[in-house]
């Protein structure tokens, strides 16, 4: 995706604008959390402070001699509450006097830097990708990569497993939604940024991660060690149970999720499906577009799926665009602590349009809109633009959207395979049937 195609949105569209155009506007991606295998944190420099004259090549990794470096300074902005020649200072005393000088790459001291401006900013959603990031983090989205399969947040200022993926290395070893990481191998994470904990935990597939775990209804920590694999995602899976129900587990919102979403719907009307679970438990959410396209497709047309708020407190609707199949069928949705992001936005949507019922456990609570830009030498920078509300006017940051019905699923439960929350489901969906 291009600059282009996340550029600032316009005014609001009338409902019969086209889809074309709709998918022109909608490009903007709400990339949710740091994906364990492929998120690493990093920070921008700006623009005005300077450049590094070696070319890096896309993603090629350059080795720039601190020793050797020249910066190339531009005149620094007419801002008196800044001083940046502090940065400069400690660049040249770094240069000259430190240990290691002739080791040193200046290209990775530039990253350093950017990592801390962006650290400074509060926000563990906004960060910097280099060109090796920034491939990793393309081929996620494509859904093929290494890693264990699990997505991580912070959650009450602690490193927290917002999802593990469907049969992934994390999920087979038993890491649940909102088991706490204190320690990785021996390190203590209390301290790191998601994206530093990413990046130790991440790695090879075939190779072992050790984890120290709180987990969910646990009162001890337990010791998780992890076979590294090689993660495929599919968006979808469809089944159908008893009583012509079918049950739709979306796990992603990656590029080609709503393409995989109008092949789904086209089985469900063939096979006169008489209603739906959608199951978006443990989706950590992804594309913000494909969760329009896919609200489109269950919400008549010109509805509002989400509303965008940005810096100086302007709001504008993004609303459904047409191809409505599903709105008629009988609905409930599954959500709980690992339902983040674009997958809130869906349950949101569903439930202010359409009256649909929402069952399970309070969803994670990730109310925040990023851009991504593409930068020079094949980097790019994660930033967060708006924040974001349901149709109803909710704002869901930190707080999550709360079930209509609340189900728990037990430790027990889980290592028993039982799925009390999906059985509630069932009973629900039956009754509206009727």
């Known amino acids: 995706m291009d600059e282009n195609d996340l550029k600032n949105l316009g005014g609001v569209e009338p409902p019969e604008y086209s889809l074309e155009k709709n998918r022109r506007i909608f490009k903007r991606s709400l990339i949710v959390f740091a994906f364990i295998f492929f998120v690493f944190g990093a920070f921008f420099l700006g623009r005005d402070i300077g450049k590094n004259s070696a070319i890096i090549e896309d993603q090629g990794e350059i080795n720039i001699p601190l020793d050797r470096s020249v910066i190339e300074n531009n005149l620094p902005p007419e801002n008196l509450d800044v001083d940046f020649s502090l940065f400069w200072k400690v660049w040249d005393l770094v240069k000259e006097k430190h240990i290691e000088k002739a080791n040193l790459n200046a290209q990775e001291l530039v990253y350093g830097a950017i990592r801390g401006m962006l650290k400074a900013t509060g926000d563990p959603y906004t960060s910097f990708f280099d060109p090796k990031e920034s491939k990793s983090f393309n081929e996620e989205l494509e859904g093929s990569f290494e890693g264990i399969g699990a997505e991580l947040g912070i959650k009450d200022d602690i490193l927290t497993v917002i999802a593990p993926l469907e049969d992934s290395p994390a999920q087979r070893a038993g890491l649940r939604a909102g088991d706490k990481i204190l320690k990785v191998g021996d390190r203590i994470v209390a301290d790191m940024t998601i994206d530093e904990a990413v ?188 924040k974001w509300l349901t149709p109803n006017g909710d704002y869901i940051m930190d707080k999550g959207i709360n079930p209509d019905i609340e189900v728990d699923l037990t430790l027990d439960d889980f290592n028993n395979n039982r799925d009390p929350q999906f059985d509630r489901a069932v009973e629900v969906l039956k009754e509206k049937i009727k």
């Open 199 to 386: 990046e130790i935990i991440r790695g090879k597939s075939g190779t072992e991660v050790k984890l120290t775990i709180l987990q969910v209804g646990a009162e001890e920590t337990r010791e998780v060690t992890i076979l590294r694999g090689k993660i495929e995602i599919k968006s979808i899976k469809l089944e159908f149970k008893e009583d012509d129900i079918a049950y739709v587990k979306l796990t992603k919102f990656g590029e080609t999720t709503s393409e995989e979403f109008d092949q789904t719907v086209n089985q469900i009307i063939s096979k006169n499906a008489k209603g739906i679970i959608l199951d978006l438990r443990n989706n950590p959410g992804g594309l913000l577009d494909q969760s329009v396209e896919i609200a489109s497709r269950m919400i008549p047309r010109g509805k509002t799926v989400v509303t965008e708020e940005d810096s100086m407190g302007r709001k504008e609707d993004l609303r459904t665009i047409g191809g409505d199949k599903l709105s008629a069928l009988p609905t409930v949705v599954l959500i709980n602590e690992g339902s983040a992001s674009a997958s809130e936005i869906l349950a949101g949507a569903l439930r202010d349009n359409q009256g649909i019922t929402l069952i399970g456990k309070k969803s994670f609570g990730k109310g925040s809109v990023q851009e991504l830009k593409t930068l020079p030498g094949g980097s790019s920078v994660k930033i967060t633009v708006a």
